[in-house]
């Protein structure tokens, strides 16, 4: 079992009586607290020892990225808690007196927890975005727990509470914080371009996929050749998002835009008309991405107490940057048993990051390098693509229109605008992901 694994029961308005986790957890001496942690902050038994002194307090001052779930054998209670910016992810899923939870999605399928049945709303977040918008998961009945939040379970009933919320209104920096040096040190990190992959690669990485991720061929490919290097830049780009960027979503909010549609607009790489000719109507009907907006952004943004740049920042910090590269960088790490560290996503230096002047930092910031599907796709992925595509999509994906899926790749091969690479290439990665996955919608 991968990371963090483990299961309660009882009958609902009584005590838990059976408690399962994975063999990496660990009791404390007196035996009352047991604890399956996945992160980088401190040890297990440190954190136990911790919170047998300190109770909740203890999780809530932890730095830097984590994911726990945490048996009191006295109280017949369990936590489950995700650091504040959801570095490292946790899932639950329930049913009545049950509670099961896991580092990864698919473990509470395999384990029998849940069905292999895709969510439609996230098959479209899929298709439109590359990515599995959060608080959605690929599989039905699966939830993320969602950062910066403590769960109780107790007597097969489930409460939460947040412990942090991101800054959203410019204050002073804290005098001496060493943001500028670990930026520095980030910056230093020479990035892997992507490279041109074929059809091994890509099957590779599809298998070793939790959640499906057009990104994620990518990473995973350039965590083997780079190794930790290869995410220890992890969230500048959503700390600092490009130029051209801002001022696409500056010019959505003046169009009168909200910040949802704003939003939802820039993350799409599919247009909904297009992705609606391609689906069966109740996948085109779930293609409004659900939006992680902060309670006070848009207040702020109203008073024009915030700037589009922090805006956008705070949006990609609580969607994109956790939906694709985080998400991407840890199944990536875990594959491949290499550290996953993230030094600009400390709480304290987010806090400090959203309060910095926007052009700062952003000039010697180069603009992400996006993958290339076009020239995949026309390239060393021509005929995977066309067997998934013209092919296995027939029974391995009822929901998707085959001829027009067939028309539209005939376009794209005779265009040389390569419209439309972006979504051939997720439905090329879906078909295979459910291929792979033996999973059904």
């Known amino acids: 079992m991968k990371g963090a694994f483990g299961y309660v029961s009882g009958r609902p308005g009584s005590p838990i009586d059976e408690v399962r986790f994975a063999p990496n957890a660990v009791t404390s001496p007196d035996g009352r607290f047991t604890l399956v942690f996945d992160g980088d902050v401190a040890s297990p038994e440190s954190v136990l020892a911790a919170y047998a002194a300190h109770g909740k307090r203890a999780i809530e001052s932890l730095r830097g990225a984590f994911a726990l779930g945490l048996w009191d054998a006295t109280e017949r209670t369990l936590l489950l808690a995700r650091d504040p910016l959801g570095v490292r992810p946790l899932y639950f899923a329930t049913a009545p007196g049950k509670l099961a939870f896991a580092s990864e999605v698919w473990p509470l399928a395999t384990q029998g927890f849940v069905e292999k049945r895709l969510s439609r709303r996230a098959v479209a977040s899929f298709l439109a975005t590359g990515a599995v918008a959060e608080p959605d998961t690929i599989l039905e009945g699966v939830s993320p727990l969602p950062p910066a939040t403590i769960l109780t379970y107790r007597e097969g009933h489930a409460r939460s509470a947040t412990y942090w919320e991101m800054p959203i209104e410019p204050r002073r920096p804290h005098a001496g914080a060493p ?21 091994r690669d890509i099957a590779e990485a599809i298998e070793a996929l939790d959640q499906p991720s057009t990104s994620f061929p990518g990473a995973f490919h350039a965590a083997k050749s780079a190794g930790g290097a290869a995410f220890s830049g992890l969230g500048k780009s959503a700390l600092f998002p490009a130029v051209g960027r801002v001022l696409r979503f500056s010019a959505l909010l003046a169009a009168g835009r909200s910040v949802e549609r704003a939003y939802t607009e820039l993350r799409s790489t599919t247009p909904p008309n297009e992705l609606a000719s391609l689906v069966s109507p109740d996948i085109a009907d779930a293609t409004l991405l659900p939006v992680m907006i902060p309670e006070k952004l848009e207040p702020a943004l109203a008073r024009r107490a ?9 949006l990609d910090l609580a969607n994109d940057l956790r939906d694709m590269a985080l998400r991407d960088a840890d199944v990536a790490s875990r594959r491949l048993g290499i550290p996953l560290r993230a030094p600009l996503l400390d709480r304290a230096l987010v806090e400090h990051a959203l309060s910095l002047p926007p052009p700062r930092y952003r000039l010697t910031l180069a603009r992400p390098a996006t993958a290339p599907f076009a020239a995949w796709l026309k390239g060393p992925l021509r005929s995977f ?14 929901f998707l229109d085959v001829p027009a899926i067939t028309r539209q790749w005939r376009h794209f091969l005779a265009d040389e605008r390569d419209l439309g690479a972006p979504c051939l290439f997720a439905l090329t990665t ?8 033996d999973a059904t919608i």
């Open 306 to 314: 915030l700037l589009p740049d922090r805006a956008l920042a705070a």
């Open 179 to 199: 943001f500028e040096a670990v930026l520095a040190e980030a910056l230093s990190t020479p990035t892997t371009p992507p490279r041109a992959l074929d059809e």
């Open 385 to 398: 693509a066309e067997r998934l595509l013209l092919d296995e999509a027939r029974t391995r994906a009822p």
């Open 430 to 437: 879906l078909v295979a992901y459910l291929k792979s996955h």
